[in-house]
């Protein structure tokens, strides 16, 4: 039984690009995918798939590198709201990832989207993750 799945998610992308590896698979539930789906419009993952096998599927997710130098697009990926101690953000106080240049992502009520978005529609939730 995993008591944070978003944390075994980050963590699961973070060992990945440690180890070098091309594709990560992840159990699967909505709010992963709706994680992924940021990370892949924001540029940070290759490419990612939905596989439906057995009563919960899981995310095939390919990780991105520098063809060149072979660094990962997602250089820092980390959990900021922990079940022990929830952060939340305002639309006037919403946190700037390495003043603007990476991206936080935010539950809000209006689904899952990055900290700009939420700062254009002017609302605020709870602060996820930072990703740069």
Known sequence: MNTDPIADYLTRVRNAIKANHRVVE????????????????????????????GPQG????????????????IRNISRISKPGLRKYAGSANMPRVLNGLGIAILSTSKGIMTDKEARQQNIGGEVMCYVY
């Open 26 to 53: 992840i159990p699967a539930s909505n709010l992963k995918k709706e994680i992924t789906k940021v990370l892949f419009d924001k540029g940070y993952i290759a490419n990612f798939k939905f596989e439906d096998n």
């Open 58 to 73: 899981t995310i095939k997710v390919a990780l991105k590198y520098h063809p060149i130098t072979k660094i990962s697009a």
